[in-house]
T-cell receptor, first 113, second 116 residues
Framework: GESVGLHLPTLSVQEGDNSIINCAYS??????FIWYKQESGKGPQFIID?????DKRQGQRVTVLLNKTVKHLSLQIAATQPGDSAVYFC????????????FGKGTLLTVNP | ETGVTQTPRHLVMGMTNKKSLKCEQH?????MYWYKQSAKKPLELMFV???????ENNSVPSRFSPECPNSSHLFLHLHTLQPEDSALYLC???????????????FGPGTRLTVL
């Protein structure tokens, strides 16, 4: 069945370093993926998305990589800042008319000054 | 601000109380969602409304009753809850709903519910 998970529940990095957050998914039919960021006391906030016909997509300081062969998704954050400290979720969607997002448990990113 | 507001932000209630959570979206979306977020668990989809019609009831107990009077407002009516229902309840909205090909959802800040 559908499942989305994360390899590491916590990640601690130094300010200025690059961060990589990983996500595994099991549904090969999923064709749309989203990364969300959730800060303490707030709801999840959209960061970046990628469709299954792409391998890579870049935003401002963030890059999402999709490896469909091994069903792996990653979020790279360049020059990590203290404001990046949050829980990061990946979510998958079958696309088309499917409105359901399946979320992973999340990775807590802590940025040390 | 994401364009999705929720009230109240915090709620404490006894097991015999009746309360309601409110969500409003200002984005012109036509689909709205209720999620439950418990500690150390993935977000759990509870209900989905598309064009004011409920299209998903994800095996949620009847003590949770949703209401969607129009495409901008969503309520979650609560009655005779259990302590294990304590969680963060998140509302979200999206454009396209069932017809949407790619379903980015915008979340509100959530209501932190504590059931005593």
């Amino acid at each position: 069945g559908e499942s989305v998970g994360l390899h590491l529940p916590t990640l601690s990095v130094q300010e200025g370093d690059n961060s990589i957050i990983n996500c595994a998914y099991s549904n090969s039919a999923s064709d749309y993926f989203i990364w969300y960021k959730q800060e303490s006391g707030k709801g999840p906030q959209f960061i970046i998305d990628i469709r299954s016909n792409m391998d890579k997509r870049q935003g401002q300081r963030v890059t999402v990589l999709l490896n469909k062969t091994v069903k792996h998704l990653s979020l790279q954050i360049a020059a990590t800042q203290p404001g990046d400290s949050a829980v990061y979720f990946c979510a998958e969607n079958l696309g088309g008319s499917n409105y359901k997002l399946t979320f992973g448990k999340g990775t807590l990113l802590t940025v040390n000054p | 601000e994401t364009g999705v507001t929720q009230t109240p932000r915090h709620l404490v209630m006894g097991m015999t109380n009746k309360k309601s959570l409110k969500c409003e979206q200002h984005l012109g979306h036509n689909a709205m969602y209720w999620y439950k977020q418990s500690a150390k668990k993935p977000l759990e989809l509870m209900f989905v409304y598309s064009l004011e019609e409920r299209v998903e009831n994800n095996s949620v107990p009847s003590r949770f009753s949703p209401e969607c009077p129009n495409s901008s407002h969503l309520f979650l009516h609560l009655h005779t809850l259990q302590p294990e229902d304590s969680a963060l309840y998140l509302c979200a909205s999206s454009q396209g709903g069932l017809a949407g090909a790619y379903n980015e959802q915008f979340f509100g800040p959530g209501t932190r519910l504590t059931v005593l």
